[in-house]
T-cell receptor, first 115, second 113 residues
Framework: EAQVTQNPRYLITVTGKKLTVTCSQNMNHEYMSWYRQDPGLGLRQIYYSMNVEVTDKGDVPEGYKVSRKEKRNFPLILESPSPNQTSLYFC??????????????FGEGSRLTVL | AQSVTQLDSQVPVFEEAPVELRCNYSSSVSVYLFWYVQYPNQGLQLLLKYLSGSTLVKGINGFEAEFNKSQTSFHLRKPSVHISDTAEYFCAVINTGGFKTIFGAGTRLFVKA
């Protein structure tokens, strides 16, 4: 089954304690991206990756890091989480386009609370 | 730069009534348009998309949307909603030569019995 898998689905942590949210896709997609969803703001892009070892900042990258060492995996790293990073996070993937349409496939989300 | 405006943050409607969720976008280049749906505690999934051709696009679960280039709109409609349509709906655009999807703020559809 084609899917994007995120872990953990739920996490409560404390300020400053490093954490990693994993994302893996089995569709051989080149493009992967992280979003955060906050009420009234929709989805905002944190980081994206066009392919292995190619990553770039989205609209709200502050406080986050990513890596893309393998095509299927795109972990999101919070080196020193703060309460303003409490949010619902989504990983998404897509075929890299020239001719395709850019449809995104999403994971089920990771709800993070930073105390 | 592109932007997407969903004109209603919440839409309550009774079961079996028709519904329209409004979306306007701005872009200086050609775009593809999408509606995604997010059911409670789930990720987003594609409802329908407009790429080119016929301006009326049909999607899953009886939804359809109409692309209006002159009004830069892509409103989502369903003639008769069900309780199970209760979800958040996101309008999104991507320029045809690019890779970044821009999302609207979302519209919460509440279907009441």
């Amino acid at each position: 089954e084609a899917q994007v898998t995120q872990n953990p689905r739920y996490l409560i942590t404390v300020t400053g304690k490093k954490l990693t949210v994993t994302c893996s896709q089995n569709m051989n997609h080149e493009y992967m991206s992280w979003y955060r969803q906050d009420p009234g703001l929709g989805l905002r892009q944190i980081y994206y990756s066009m392919n292995v070892e190619v990553t770039d900042k989205g609209d709200v990258p502050e406080g986050y890091k990513v890596s893309r060492k393998e095509k299927r995996n795109f972990p999101l790293i919070l080196e020193s989480p703060s309460p303003n990073q409490t949010s619902l996070y989504f990983c998404a993937s897509s075929l890299k386009r020239k001719k395709n349409t850019g449809e995104l496939f999403f994971g089920e989300g990771s709800r993070l609370t930073v105390l | 730069a592109q932007s997407v405006t969903q004109l209603d943050s919440q839409v309550p409607v009774f079961e079996e009534a028709p519904v329209e969720l409004r979306c306007n976008y701005s872009s200086s280049v050609s775009v593809y348009l999408f509606w995604y749906v997010q059911y409670p505690n789930q990720g987003l999934q594609l409802l329908l998309k407009y790429l080119s051709g016929s301006t009326l696009v049909k999607g899953i679960n009886g939804f359809e949307a109409e692309f209006n280039k002159s009004q830069t709109s892509f409103h989502l409609r369903k003639p008769s909603v069900h309780i199970s349509d209760t979800a958040e709906y996101f309008c999104a655009v991507i320029n045809t030569g690019g890779f970044k999807t821009i999302f609207g703020a979302g519209t919460r559809l509440f279907v009441k019995a």
